[in-house]
C-alpha cells in the first residue's frame, strides 16, 4: 500500500532544517520510522543511547540497534550499512573509512579500512608523457578508484558487537530492496550527478531518472540488494570473493580500471594504535596514520593550549587569527611529511612534541599574518568533498565514531555493473605529483606518493573526547581537508568558548590549510571580523559549506549515565536519534 499524505520542508527563525517529510506509508519500519514517511531531528536526548548520522534513516536504523539491546558498535555497523543504500553519495561499501572507539572497559580503539592503490597502481598513473598531471583520471571513472575497504572494516568493527552481523545488515537489505523515499536535496545532488553517472558507467546506473528525481521519489536498489545478501550470507568473502569480486573485476575491464581478484582478495582492515593526547585535562583520542586526522588535531591543539584562546572570546580577531595561524602550520607538515607509515616514515613524535610545536609558533605575530611562503615545513629532530560521519554511544558506555568516505561525491561516479554500488575515487588523495592539488587543493610529496598496495593520506578525523577518563564528545565531519580544522573548532567551541554541542557545531566555519594561503569561510562569517582579518593581510574567498558535524555529548554524575544528547548538523538532512 502506498498513500501520499504530504510533502513539506520547514526552517525555524535560525534558518535550521526542522523539516517534516511525511510521504508515503508502507509495511517495513525501524522502530517507529518508516522509509516512507520520517522527519528530521537536528537534536535528541535520552539514557540509553543515541545515534547521529548524514540520514534520518541510518540514524534510526542504528537507533533500533541499541533498542534492540545492542551496543554502539552494533548502531555504528548497522548505520553505516543503512547509510551506503539512504546516501549514496558518500555511505559506501565500495570506499572506506575509519573508526575511533572508546569502550566501556577502557580500551582506546582505532581501525583503518581505508582503501589501498591496487596491485598495478605506479607512481606516475596520473601524469602524461610530458609529467602532465591527468587529474580527470585520478578523479573520476575507473582508474580513480581503490580498493574498497568498508566491508572489511564492518567485519573487523564486529567482533566489539553483540547482535549477529545478519540482524545488522538486514535493515539495510530492505532498505535497498523495497526502497526509500528521497528528500529535496537527495534528488538535486542525484539529478546534479546525472551526467556524470552517464559519462563514468558502461551500463546506466539506477541514480540517472528519466526526467530527474524529485523530493517523495522512491530509490530502490535491487542489484545493490543482491550484493549486501551476498555479504550476509558469506561474511567479507561474500564482497572480496564471489559473485561480487567477480563484478567489480569485469566492470574494471569494460572501463579500464585496473583492480583485480587479488587485490580484493589481499585487502584487510587494520586496527591500529589510536593518537591519544592530553589537552587541558581532557584526553582527546584520534585516528593515527594513514589519518592526518588525529596529528593535525593533536598539532592545531597544543599549538593553542598554553595561549589563553578562551579569554580571546568566540570569533574574535585574536582568537581567529591564531586559530588560522596553528592551521596553516600544521597543514604545511601535512604536505611534507604524512602518509602511510606501513610505508614510509612519518616522524609523528617529532611532530607532536612539545618542544617542536612550541619553535613552530616562535614567528607568530599577533595581528600579523605570517605568509604561507615563509612557513616551510617545520625542521624536524632525527627521530627513531564527500565523506560522511556518524556517532553513536550507548549505555554500556562505549562511544564510538566514524568516518567514512567515498571521495568526492558518489565517489569515482562508477556503479560497478550488476552489483549496485558505486566506487570511490579514492586515489586522487595521493599526491599524483608533487606540489600538483588534488581536489581539496591540498598538496602533497613523497611520503603520500603511488606505491602499490598503499594507503593514501586521509584527513578523517573521527574523535572521542573523554572526561575523567569516561567518553564525553564524539565528533566527527566530512569535508575533505577542511575536516580537521571543523573538528578543531567544534572542540574549542565547546571546550574553550563554553558552547552548547549545537552551536559548536552550526556557528560558521573557517579554513586554512597552508596553500593556496587563503582563508575559506562559510557565508555566514561575520562580515566585521573578515574585515579585522582583512587589516592583518588575510586574504578570503567563500566556500559553500564547511563540513555537517555530527556530535554527541554524554553527561554524568559520577559514574552514571544522565544523559546522551544527539546533534545533527543544520548544514544537510543530518538526523540526530536518543531515547
Ligand atoms: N577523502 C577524503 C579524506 O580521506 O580525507
Redesign the pocket.
Known amino acids: 500500500m502506498k498513500i501520499t499524505i504530504n510533502n513539506k520542508f520547514l526552517f525555524n527563525a535560525k534558518g535550521m532544517y526542522t523539516g517534516i517529510l511525511f510521504l508515503v506509508l508502507q509495511s517495513t519500519t525501524f522502530g517507529q520510522v518508516s522509509p516512507f514517511q520520517y522527519s528530521i531531528n537536528k537534536q535528541a536526548t535520552g539514557k540509553q543511547g543515541a545515534v547521529s548520522s548524514a540520514h534520518p534513516l541510518a540514524s534510526e536504523v542504528g537507533l533500533d540497534m541499541l533498542k534492540q539491546g545492542g551496543n554502539a558498535f552494533d548502531a555504528a555497523i548497522a548505520t553505516q550499512l543503512a547509510l551506503a543504500v539512504v546516501y549514496p553519495g558518500a555511505g559506501n561499501i565500495g570506499g572506506g573509512g575509519f573508526l575511533v572507539a572508546h569502550t566501556t572497559d577502557g580500551k582506546s580503539i582505532a581501525i583503518d579500512y581505508r582503501e589501498r592503490a591496487p596491485g598495478r597502481a605506479t607512481r606516475d598513473m596520473y601524469l602524461d608523457k610530458e609529467g602532465n598531471p591527468l587529474l580527470n583520471l585520478s578523479q573520476h571513472g575507473h582508474l580513480a578508484s581503490g580498493v574498497p575497504g568498508t566491508v572489511a572494516g564492518l567485519f573487523s568493527t564486529h567482533k566489539y558487537a553483540k547482535l549477529d552481523f545478519v540482524k545488522l545488515i538486514e535493515p539495510a537489505i530492505k532498505l535497498a530492496e523495497e526502497g526509500f523515499v528521497i528528500t529535496a536535496s537527495e534528488a538535486r545532488s542525484l539529478n546534479g550527478s546525472a551526467p556524470s553517472f552517464i559519462k563514468y558507467n558502461t551500463q546506466t546506473p539506477v541514480f540517472v531518472k528519466s526526467g530527474g528525481w524529485k523530493a517523495g521519489d522512491t530509490l530502490i536498489q535491487k542489484e545493490l540488494a543482491v550484493t549486501l545478501k551476498r555479504i550476509r550470507d558469506n561474511g567479507a568473502k561474500g564482497f572480496y570473493e564471489g559473485e561480487t569480486a567477480r563484478l567489480v573485476v569485469e566492470e574494471m575491464k569494460r572501463g579500464g580500471g585496473i583492480i583485480n581478484f587479488e587485490d580484493l582478495k589481499k585487502y584487510e582492515a587494520a586496527e591500529r594504535a589510536p593518537v591519544v593526547f592530553d589537552y587541558k585535562g581532557y584526553t582527546v583520542i584520534g585516528m593515527p596514520m594513514p ?1 592526518s586526522g588525529g596529528l593535525l588535531m593533536q598539532q592545531m591543539m597544543k599549538m593553542v593550549e598554553d595561549r589563553q584562546i578562551g579569554t580571546m572570546g568566540f570569533h574574535s580577531p585574536e582568537a581567529v587569527q591564531l586559530m588560522i595561524e596553528v592551521e596553516r602550520r600544521a597543514y604545511a607538515d601535512r604536505a611534507e611529511f604524512m602518509g602511510d607509515k606501513d610505508f614510509v616514515k612519518v616522524p609523528v613524535k617529532s611532530l607532536a612534541s612539545d618542544s617542536y610545536l612550541k619553535e613552530r609558533m616562535s614567528d607568530f605575530i599577533p595581528g600579523k599574518a605570517t605568509p604561507s611562503a615563509m612557513v616551510k615545513p617545520g625542521n624536524l629532530q632525527a627521530e627513531s568533498d564527500e ?1 560522511t560521519h556518524l556517532s553513536v554511544a550507548d549505555r554500556y558506555g562505549n562511544a564510538v565514531s566514524v568516518t567514512t ?1 567515498l ?1 568526492g561525491g558518489y565517489g569515482s561516479k562508477t556503479v560497478v555493473g550488476g552489483a549496485g554500488f558505486l566506487l570511490n575515487n ?1 586515489m586522487d ?1 595521493f599526491s599524483v605529483k608533487p606540489g600538483v592539488p588534488n581536489m ?1 587543493g591540498a598538496v602533497g610529496k613523497e611520503a603520500n606518493a603511488i606505491q602499490p598496495g598503499k594507503r593514501m593520506l ?3 578525523t573521527p574523535t572521542i573526547v573523554l572526561k575523567k577518563r569516561k567518553p564525553w564528545l564524539v565528533v566527527g565531519t566530512p569535508g ?2 577542511t ?1 580537521p580544522t571543523s573538528v578543531f573548532q567544534t572542540l574549542l567551541n565547546i571546550i574553550e568558548f563554553k558552547q552548547s554541542a549545537l552551536d559548536a557545531v552550526n556557528n560558521p566555519k573557517f579554513h586554512h590549510q597552508w596553500l593556496p594561503d587563503q582563508v575559506m569561510v562559510e557565508q555566514d562569517f561575520p562580515k566585521t571580523l573578515q574585515q579585522s582579518l582583512e587589516a592583518m593581510g588575510y586574504k578570503f574567498t567563500n566556500r559553500g559549506q564547511i563540513g555537517r558535524t555530527e556530535v554527541i555529548s554524554i553527561t554524568r554524575e559520577g559514574k552514571k549515565i544522565t544523559a546522551i544528547e544527539a546533534v545533527a548538523d543544520k548544514r544537510g538532512d543530518d538526523h540526530a536519534s536518543a531515547y
Do not use: C, K, P, R
Open positions: 589519518s565523506t568516505t571521495n579514492e588523495d581539496f586521509s584527513s578523517m575533505g581537508t575536516i
